[in-house]
């Protein structure tokens, strides 16, 4: 190849050279070589422009219910009834909880707490990183639509044995070789095996990026609900401490009752009782709130030596919390998004299967300089080239293709059916958090009416134990009843906040897949 490279020029291309020379040795090929050239580049444009082989993607159906089971509580917003009767298609923004959802409590400390999950926790921090590594494969796929071109220098000194077999005095034994060239190699995507790719490896980026939003929306769960914990579990040691100042109180007096002869050393007895008792339980509630601190502080990624979160009584507002509609959990809640995108991607995955079946075609290209001597290195006659293409066609494999072509889509079918699971486990959820939220509420309303009723029972027991008229075992028969009626108000309480963090969550908190990349 490089003879007829010399037989075609035969002055170097950096030498001067008449016009008229150059039209002479170029009018004949040029026209035929740039019609090649063009005739070849049109065909693989429209090659590579075909439809990939395999099924493109189409979400899978979901008869989604036109209403919530449950209405919830007087805290949950339901939607507004539809115009004409008939809902709007769902859209990720109306009628739901946005960005910041935990701010709709109100809570400055708790909105310093959560805002220091997106930029300190390494558990999401590990979870972005994951993304970034699939959004990176994205590109590596996305690189195979383009060809690579490479470059080689290589200055050579040779020498030849002067004992070889068909050694000539009369030809050197040491000489260089100088080569500089340049290779470029392609594979056109004629079928979609590359389109397939990137498809596949898009939707499994978009699925970690879910995934990352996952983790992230059940850190701020988490760090709400054992918020609201911990000051529900302030609200308890404030009652545990009013309690144990009453009882200490009670105790004072039946002691002087005792001196005073009213009263029996059984009586002093069970004021003591009750009152270490209640002094117990202040104790460990304080370990429980300790844990619940550590806890907080461990998502917020902070030092637990010198964290600490002041004394606080739970005393906020329950929020109004709208549930929007039931077509919009779709398109709010992470972990469906997750199953969705992998979907996706084991959709691909067929369509890279069945390209399998097709040939392999890849072109290549070579040009460059050769030469023995560094004044004739880079001139016309030391030039050198050469065009190819190679096409590969498996012709037996004893059944593998279709083997994995059939496992792709069953892969497909199985990841549907995880999909329509994820979306029906997400309406059993927010149904779960809907009715817990309307128990609650009822079981509280009771529950007051219970504990009004307690402290008028108490009362009465105290003033006929002051008259002399019944024994102590009344008054103290009646004042656990009261503390247990008070401690489960307050526990009730403290269940709501959680049971409303957990609708927020089951609700996909402010997140829809309008954010996914």
Not at 53 to 59: A, D, I, K, L, M
Not at 292 to 320: D, R, V
Not at 414 to 430: H, I, K, L, P, S
Request: proline share 7%.
């Amino acid at each position: 190849m490089r003879l007829s490279g010399a037989r075609k020029h035969r002055q170097p291309i950096c030498s001067p050279c008449p016009a008229a020379f150059c039209r002479r040795q170029d009018s004949s090929r040029r026209p035929r070589r740039m019609g090649c050239v063009l005739t070849l580049s049109l065909v693989l444009v429209l090659l590579t422009g075909c439809k990939p082989v395999g099924p493109n993607y189409q979400r899978p159906s979901y008869n989604v219910p036109p209403s919530y089971k449950e209405t919830g509580a007087s805290s949950v917003v339901p939607p507004p009834n539809p115009p004409g009767g008939a809902w709007n298609p769902a859209n990720p923004s109306d009628g739901m909880v946005k960005g910041k959802w935990w701010e709709i409590y109100g809570d400055p400390a708790l909105n310093r707490l959560e805002d220091r999950i997106a930029t300190t926790n390494v558990q999401l921090r590990q979870a972005l990183e994951t993304y970034y590594a699939a959004r990176d494969q994205v590109a590596v796929a996305r690189a195979n639509f383009y060809p690579t071109v490479s470059a080689q220098l290589s200055p050579t000194e040779l020498k030849y044995s002067a004992n070889e077999p068909l050694y000539n005095k009369a030809n050197p034994t040491i000489f260089s070789d100088l080569l500089i060239q340049g290779q470029a190699s392609w594979e056109p995507d004629f079928f979609g095996r590359i389109r397939r790719t990137v498809e596949q490896a898009r939707a499994n980026a978009q699925a970690t990026a879910a995934q990352a939003a996952n983790v992230d929306l059940g850190l701020q769960a988490e760090m709400a609900s054992d918020y609201f914990e911990l000051r529900g579990l302030d609200s308890q040691i404030q009652f545990l401490r009013d309690t144990v100042a009453d009882l200490e109180r009670q105790f004072q007096l039946t002691q002087q009752r005792l001196a005073g002869g009213v009263a029996t050393a059984v009586d002093v007895a069970q004021a003591e009782t009750e009152l270490e008792t209640v002094r117990a339980q202040l104790v460990d509630a304080g370990v429980a709130r300790a844990q619940f601190e550590h806890a907080i502080g461990t998502i917020a990624n902070l030092s637990l030596p010198s964290f600490n979160i002041p004394f606080s009584p739970l005393n906020l507002p329950l929020p109004k919390i709208p549930t929007g509609v039931p077509s919009q959990l779709l398109e709010r809640r992470p972990d469906i998004a997750i199953q969705e995108r992998l979907t996706d991607a084991a959709n691909a995955q067929i369509g890279i299967a069945v390209s399998a079946f097709y040939p392999s075609i890849s072109l290549g290209a070579t040009g460059g300089f050769q030469s023995t001597s560094p004044g004739t290195w880079i001139q016309g006659p030391s030039s050198l080239w050469s065009l190819g293409a190679q096409a590969t066609e498996l012709l037996f494999d004893a059944g593998q293709r279709h083997a994995l072509t059939d496992q792709a889509r069953h892969a497909y079918e199985a990841q549907v059916a995880g999909y329509r699971n994820t979306v029906f486990q997400a309406f059993e959820d927010v149904e779960d958090q809907l009715s817990s939220l309307r128990i609650l509420e009822q079981e509280a309303t009771v529950e007051q009416v219970a504990v009004a009723s307690a402290q008028r029972s108490f009362n009465l027991s105290n003033q006929r134990y002051r008259g002399g008229v019944t024994s102590y075992l009344e008054v103290l028969t009646a004042e656990q009843t009261l503390l247990q009626d008070q401690s489960t108000a307050i526990s009730l309480e403290t269940r709501q906040f959680a049971a409303s963090v957990g609708l927020v969550r089951s609700l996909g908190g402010g997140w829809d897949v309008t954010q996914l990349p």
